[in-house]
Structure formats: structure tokens, C-alpha cells
């Protein structure tokens, strides 16, 4: 089976329609969503409601930090984040709001966690950049493999048997084994606003048989996403940063 990892949406629906529609071509039918489907962007209904649509259908859902803003507040956030949030706030209705509490921080199924920061602290909402975040991470959970987002760039982490930390950046449509005698963190690249330099949509694809992962990019209509931003009267950076890819 395979399974389509999708994190850091951010109301962007260019974006999650263009992976949604590439996932199908690929004949993926599970989805795994690890948080953040508001924030940014100018679509924040329409995210809240297609991951709706996709959990009532038996895909996962986690809680990301700017979900878990609209439910308790802004604090914590930069001046673009929280003026998103605020925007985006009154435009949820009911039903989708209660969706965005009910979410779970972690899910565990077998020897996999799914987070959307760190599995240390999840509600802290640590960044994992770099190797030190990422033995933290390792540190909190027995799980051979961890998989997250919130970073919004692609990185996978690795700890041997003997206890060696070792990262790289994955390449692009690169099937990349998970081989056993290793522990495992993956960091998915974000759907909606992608920031490792490249516009383009990315999203994991998780080979349950052969117990691979592919990091894919995915072209979407970034000019028609930036634009809803800028007449949404959101901070401008927003818009550039999609062009950008950072």
C-alpha cells in the first residue's frame, strides 16, 4: 500500500488540489495529514473542509501549531503568522473549528509516529533543523520511524544501532529504503508554502510493502495562490514567499 504523507497546507489550494490530483494519478487512496491547514494562505474553508472530506473518507489528521492557534490564541507567533490567524479565524465556521480540536497531537501505528513538530515536547512545537532537534526527537519516542512536518523543508534523520546521528537532504522521486537496522525521522516538505527554495509543492509517498519513502514536488498554479493572498489584504510577504519557495 501507499500512502500519501501531506503536511504545512496553509490554505493553499492550488497547491493541496494539485498533490490531491498527483496522489490519484498515482492510484495512493490513504492519506496520512500532518497539520497546519490554515494560516497563510487565503483559502482556509475550502483546506478545512477537503482534509474533512478525506478523514470521513479514512485518512489521519494531526493538529498543527496554526491550527491550534485559532483555538487558543496567537503568542507565541510572528507578526505575518498572527495576522493570518486573525484573518482567518472568523471565517471558519463551527464545524470546522471543532474539526481542528478534536485533532491529536501524535498518532502511532505500529513502529511509526506521526507528529507534526517534534515527538519531544509535541505541543512545544520544536523545530527539527537540525541534528541535535533531531535526537531529541529520537530520545522521546521508541518508534522506528518518526514522521513530521513544520519546518516546511524536506530532511530525513537517521540513527544507527551503535547510536550515530547522520542527516541528508532527499532527492526528488528517489524511492529511499527505511532499512530496519536503522531509526528513522523524516521531515515531510510543506504543500502550501514550500521554503527550501523550490515553489513547488511537496509531499511524501510512503511504500508500506517495501517500507520506502519518495519525497515528491509538484508544480501548482503559485501566480493564482499569490494573488488570493495580496486581494485578501494578508501581509504581502505571504505572496512573495510562494514565488520564492522560502
Avoid at 492550488?14 to 487565503?42: M, P, S, T
Wanted: net charge negative.
Amino acid at each position: 500500500m501507499h500512502i500519501a504523507l501531506l503536511t504545512d497546507i496553509h490554505a493553499n489550494r492550488e497547491a493541496l488540489a494539485a498533490c490531491l490530483d498527483h496522489a490519484g494519478r498515482q492510484g495512493i487512496e490513504r492519506k496520512i495529514f500532518l497539520g497546519d491547514y490554515v494560516g497563510y494562505g487565503a483559502d482556509p474553508e475550502w483546506a478545512v473542509d477537503t482534509v474533512i472530506r478525506e478523514v470521513e473518507r479514512g485518512a489521519l489528521a494531526l493538529r498543527g501549531n496554526h491550527d491550534d492557534a485559532i483555538l487558543v490564541g496567537t503568542s507565541r507567533m510572528n507578526s505575518d503568522a498572527a495576522t493570518a490567524i486573525a484573518w482567518t479565524r472568523p471565517r471558519l465556521d463551527a464545524t470546522q473549528r471543532d474539526f481542528l480540536a478534536q485533532l491529536p497531537l501524535t498518532i502511532e501505528q505500529g513502529d511509526r509516529l506521526y507528529v507534526h513538530a517534534s515527538a519531544h515536547a509535541p505541543q512545544e512545537w520544536d523545530y527539527i533543523i537540525d541534528l541535535y532537534a533531531a535526537s531529541q526527537s529520537f530520545a522521546a519516542t521508541s518508534a522506528r520511524v518518526t514522521f513530521c512536518g513544520h519546518t516546511h523543508i524536506p530532511a530525513l534523520f537517521h540513527v544507527s544501532a551503535t547510536g550515530k546521528f547522520a542527516h541528508f537532504e532527499p532527492t526528488e522521486r528517489v524511492d529511499i529504503p527505511l532499512t530496519p537496522h536503522r531509526r528513522w525521522l523524516a521531515v515531510i516538505g510543506s504543500v502550501g508554502q514550500p521554503r527550501d527554495h523550490n515553489p513547488a509543492a511537496c509531499y511524501g509517498i510512503l511504500d508500506d510493502e517495501h517500507n520506502s519513502l519518495t519525497y515528491v514536488r509538484v508544480p501548482y498554479d503559485v501566480d493564482s495562490a499569490a494573488r488570493k493572498i495580496r486581494d485578501a489584504g494578508l501581509p504581502i510577504g505571504l505572496s512573495h514567499r510562494l514565488h520564492i519557495g522560502y
